[in-house]
């Protein structure tokens, strides 16, 4: 498995104006990664996104790390209806296209629209959210991109919706990206979880999360809480709770041998999160 590193790593640096999403890709290259990837684009004023895209692609060719993927928000149950959600995410296909990603990840929905009656759950707007991520997939699998849902966002979070709208779309150009840390927001065991998405896999996520009980007072900054109250915070990967190592073996058992990207969203300096983490992440999988 290659090693990447999501942009989101290094959002302390990005959001106090040190680095850019352009800079950043000769500071992976230097740190050791073999790819970067990149959350939503933050275009500066005056430039579009796609030349944006054109000049992120540019710079990853100079420095010699390829983008590998491509996240984005979305909501295929949006207020403004399924066909303009659909055109806007292909046009998001588009970037990822312009920055030579083999592979888009979108968001399928945030939570039930509030037009839906209280007795009508997650299988009632399912048919929609296969229906979207179809449309998508099949215009992007005409660009050569994979998409792909992830594990995300409390409502599309437990393994077994994901893994019914990934079969209800039923196509090869389809599938998962598995966050190794974010089952636990929805309480879920990461090691089971991981076993159920496995044959699904298009990328992963490694990421790690500090845990705590819900049965208590909230430890402090930087802790959220889980669906089931639970306490989370974002961690060095190692150093945290969930069973990465495990997760990466029950993958790789799987047969999966492709992209694996540090995300690191703690408290601690980006840098040293990313480096630790990096390192870390390496030894678990030299020694699969």
């Known amino acids: 498995m290659k090693i990447g590193v999501s942009s989101y790593s290094f ?16 500071k992976a290259k230097e740190m050791g990664f073999d790819g970067i990837e990149f959350i939503d684009l933050n275009t500066p004023e005056g430039v579009t ?19 590998i993927a491509y996240t984005i928000s979305a909501n295929l149950l949006s207020e403004n209806g399924l066909d303009a959600e659909v055109e806007r995410v292909c046009k998001k296909v588009d970037i990822a296209h312009i920055l030579g990603a083999s592979c888009l990840r979108h968001d399928a929905a945030w939570s039930m629209p509030e037009n839906v009656k209280s007795h009508q759950g997650f299988e009632h707007i399912l048919p929609t959210l296969v229906e979207g991520c179809r449309q998508i997939s ?8 994979k998409t792909m849902i992830e594990n995300h966002g409390f409502f599309c ?10 079969t209800g779309v039923g196509s090869p150009n389809f599938g998962v990206l598995l966050d190794i840390g974010n089952f636990c927001c929805a309480d879920e065991d990461s090691t089971k979880a991981a076993g159920r998405l496995a044959p699904y896999i298009k990328h992963v996520h490694a990421k790690d999360f500090h845990i705590r009980s819900g049965n208590g007072l909230n430890p402090g900054k930087g802790f959220f ?24 073996s029950v993958i790789k058992n799987s047969g999966y041998d492709g992209w694996v990207s540090v995300e690191f969203e703690g408290l601690e300096n980006c840098i040293d999160g990313i480096e630790i983490g990096f390192d870390n992440l390496k030894k678990m999988i030299d020694i699969l």
């Open 157 to 166: 979070q437990d393994s077994e919706r994901v893994e019914k709208i990934v």
């Open 49 to 67: 996104e796609a030349e944006y895209a054109a000049m992120l692609k540019e710079e990853s060719d100079n420095v010699g790390l390829p983008i």
């Open 225 to 248: 809480k889980s669906r089931g109250g639970n306490y989370l915070r974002g961690s060095i990967i190692g150093h945290g709770d969930i069973p990465v190592y495990q997760c990466l």
């Open 11 to 26: 959002q302390q640096l990005i959001s106090s104006c040190e680095e850019t999403q352009i800079s950043i890709i000769k």
């Open 138 to 145: 099949e215009y992007a699998a005409e660009k050569g991109i």
